[in-house]
């Protein structure tokens, strides 16, 4: 699970698209059942991690603390956040 804005041209530069990364969400209604320009990534609206329970996830540098903050209950499941840039890590609880 990804979340779409920054992440499209990264997304393209790597050659991700909808074979790899299986949905994305966003906060913005009007753009749910869309999918990613290029990569073709379908849009979902934002839920706890918890309920769907994808094993990775993925956060940009940006929106990495509101995202531990939200998905704290994800993350002290197991569920391990994806962060590409500046360097590839990877955060857990």
Request: charged share 30%; aromatic share 10%; net charge positive.
């Amino acid at each position: 699970m990804a979340r779409p804005l920054g992440a499209i041209p990264y997304f393209k530069y790597c050659g991700l698209d909808h074979r790899l990364i299986k949905k994305a969400t966003d906060a913005n209604p009007e753009k749910w059942g869309l999918r990613t320009p290029r990569n073709n990534i379908p849009l979902f609206p934002r839920l706890k991690r918890t309920a769907t329970n994808p094993d990775y996830s993925s956060s940009f540098p940006s929106l990495l603390e509101e995202i531990r903050e939200e998905e704290d209950e994800y993350l002290r499941s197991g569920g391990k956040l994806i962060v590409p840039l500046p360097q590839f890590r990877i955060v857990t609880a």
